[in-house]
């Protein structure tokens, strides 16, 4: 039977390894419109130790992988246990999680998010609703970005919705129908640059600003055969690792002129994705804060309004769209849509562990 008000945890941990963000959401439907609210809302910090795994699992054999999905398993159900704990969350209808992205090779017919197992269903003792890419994968999509419906769905007002996160990624309305897809790198690259100069990330862009941008660097990245490709599209860590960084490097120049040249990279190859020039961005993701790409951003796309929301809605925004997935698969609902993902149809993707009534 369907509700008109769900109380979901969103689970989502991206490619620039910040942590496990987990957000407790209220969804209310009423007269066909959605309307949400984010309650308690927390990043969990990796250990060392887990970001060097999940930075070298890309090449990881079968069985190490397996070993690290049931760890991970492991550690992503105890983690959304004690965020339940802490707030004394009750009367869940649902955990709503995505895991952690460690291969995503669709064109190979390839996607592997690890902690979705079923196990976290006993783990956490709540109704789990996870793996959301691989359906979409084996109906000929990309997997990526899943997010899209979310933005139709919660953030209409805005002309684009975009996520600075490990990647940029973009979705709007094309033609009566959204449209999504991975832009460019984004922290998978800059917090490279940064852990060598002893931070996690670039504070607010202060280390790129100091840089200069390389010309030869800029044009042998804007002229990567994956900018020329049109939508649907998406990008893996691969990309990053196998053909970013190795171009990157090619250039004898300091690490500051590396960040100041990406950076700039970023910024050219959003203005070049956005069809209307002249309309509403809508930013969130970590990325946002960082205030040196923000005004590149806004240099290359100068008559561009741009709205930077709430502290929640930049840090959880991609929880709460995971979320909001989760709810449309309980419901039985399409979740996601073959115009930006590339699948066969529009489908209603993802597993739900549901062995017993919790509610």
Known sequence: MKKEKYNVIGVMSGTSLDGIDLAHLIFSIHNDKWGFEILESETISYSSEWINLLKNAVSFSDKELADLDRNYTQLLGNT??????????????????????ILHQPEKGITLQIGNLPEIEKICNQKIVCDFRVQDVRLGGQGAPLVPIGDRILFSEYEYCLNLGGFSNVSFELNGQRVAFDISPVNTVLNYYATLFGFEYDNKGQISRTGKNNTELLSELNSLDYYKKNFPKSLG??????????????????????????????????????????????????????DY???????????????????????????????????????????????????????????????????
């Open 80 to 101: 959304i246990l004690e965020f339940i704990s802490k707030y004394k969350i009750e009367n869940l209808d649902a955990v709503c999680s995505h895991g952690h992205t």
């Open 237 to 290: 860590i691969e990309f990053v690792k196998n053909i970013i960084l190795p171009i990157i490097e090619k250039y004898s120049i300091s690490n500051q002129d590396k960040l100041a040249s990406f950076t700039e990279h970023i910024a050219m190859q959003l203005a070049l994705a956005l069809p209307n020039k002249k309309t509403s961005l809508f930013i969130t993701g970590g990325g946002a804060y960082n």
């Open 293 to 359: 790409l923000i005004e590149r951003i806004a240099c290359h796309l100068p008559e561009m309004e741009i709205i930077i929301p709430s502290k929640k809605s930049i840090e959880y925004k991609e929880a709460l769209l995971f979320g909001l997935l989760g709810v449309l698969k309980l419901r039985d609902e399409i979740n996601v849509l073959k115009s930006y993902t590339g699948a066969k149809k529009d489908h209603s993707s993802g597993i739900i562990y549901n062995t017993k009534n919790y509610n």
